[in-house]
């Protein structure tokens, strides 16, 4: 069996690149379907494959360049968000070693309820996160900035940069180098003018949705995974607006603000939502400022739509 990786995938088509095969000096394409109806081993995942995987896969002999995927390797981590509409959860990314998630101070406006969700998805799925600041030539206000300390406190790296006028960018490569990452924010922040500006012949449109791969309506929030002049792997991910939470029961979200741990063992109630009960010492820490207020606002509005999710998509309570 071959072992390829997955650098992108459109209606059931997946891209892999893999070294596999007769010369084993010379990475290529392969071009794959899922062998058999479905991919065994992941039920409830309407991608049963996400790029960044690793899968084992056959090549076909009578079409070069094509094959078919077998099986999936276990993955280290995942970032993946609840799709409301389909009711299944969906992997956006695999096997990361960071994820950098792109914001900007103006246009579009700095929205760190957005951020806030990205930090908690990635904790449930075990991977790593940077905030990267680009447009670092727009004016950063005092809220912003008071954020942003939040962050950094809870040792969430914070970084700046400027992807059009090249600010910040050769720091920034010097922390992602040799680090497969993908980047993920709202649209508009600035993903495709950086990765054009790291990736040589990347090519990605500015301002508007990819045409040259095809990732319209239909095909939204499939990643992309290229391949910069320096090693490691940087994904792009198109077109995130909203990133639903599922994956963890309404009581244990305390525990994916990394500020609000100390305190979870404090409350007269347990278990506690931090919402409604009496003495509540998270609460009581957000009354005397060691818990950042916005970001109680930001916890209290993913328990709601935690509440708010259909019955499923936990199967046990987590070990503290
Ligand atoms: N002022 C400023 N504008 C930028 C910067 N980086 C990107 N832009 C602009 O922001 C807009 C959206 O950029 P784009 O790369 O398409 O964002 P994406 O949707 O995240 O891929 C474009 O008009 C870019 O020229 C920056 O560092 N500073
Ligand atoms: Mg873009
Ligand atoms: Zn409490």
Redesign the pocket.
């Known amino acids: 069996m071959l072992l390829g990786r997955v650098a992108a995938g459109i209606n059931n088509i997946y891209t892999l690149l893999t070294t596999d095969g007769e010369d084993k000096n010379r990475e290529r394409e392969v071009s794959c379907r899922i062998k058999g109806k479905k991919l065994k081993g992941d039920p409830g995942r309407y991608n049963p494959i996400a790029v960044g995987d690793w899968v084992e896969f056959e090549d076909d002999l009578q079409h070069q360049g094509s094959g078919m995927i077998v099986s999936r390797q276990e993955r280290k981590n995942v970032f993946a968000r609840l799709n409301r509409k389909r009711g299944t959860m969906q992997t956006i990314a695999a096997n990361m070693d960071l994820l950098v998630c792109?914001t900007?101070p103006e246009?579009p406006p700095f929205r760190p309820r957005f951020i806030d969700r990205v930090l908690v998805a990635a904790a449930i799925g075990d991977m790593p996160v940077m905030v990267l600041v680009?447009?670092?030539?727009?004016h950063v206000d005092n809220a912003m900035r008071e954020r942003l300390d939040v962050y950094s406190s809870i040792g969430c790296q914070v970084r700046y940069?400027?992807?059009?006028?090249g600010e910040g960018v050769a720091e920034f490569i010097a922390c992602i180098r040799g680090k497969d990452t993908a980047f993920v924010?709202?649209?508009?922040?600035?993903?495709?003018?950086?990765l054009n500006r790291i990736v040589p012949g990347a090519d990605?449109?500015?301002?508007?949705i990819t045409k040259k791969y095809n990732r319209g309506s239909h095909t939204t929030c499939f990643a992309l995974m290229l391949k910069a002049d320096f090693p490691g792997r940087l994904v792009d991910t198109?077109g995130i607006r909203e990133i639903d939470i599922a994956g963890i029961l309404p009581l244990d979200l305390g525990h994916y603000f990394p500020e609000f741990v100390p305190f979870l063992g404090d409350c007269a109630f347990s278990p506690c939502y931090h919402d409604h009960e009496p003495r509540c010492a998270v609460r009581d820490a957000v009354d005397d400022g060691r818990i950042h207020a916005d970001r109680f606002e930001s916890y209290l509005r993913i328990l709601e739509q935690l509440r708010n999710n259909a019955p499923g998509y936990v199967k046990e309570r987590r070990k503290n």
């Open positions: 792109l900007s246009s680009n447009k670092m030539d727009q940069c400027s992807a059009a006028t924010g709202q649209s508009g922040v600035g993903k495709s003018t950086l990605l449109a500015v301002g508007e198109p």
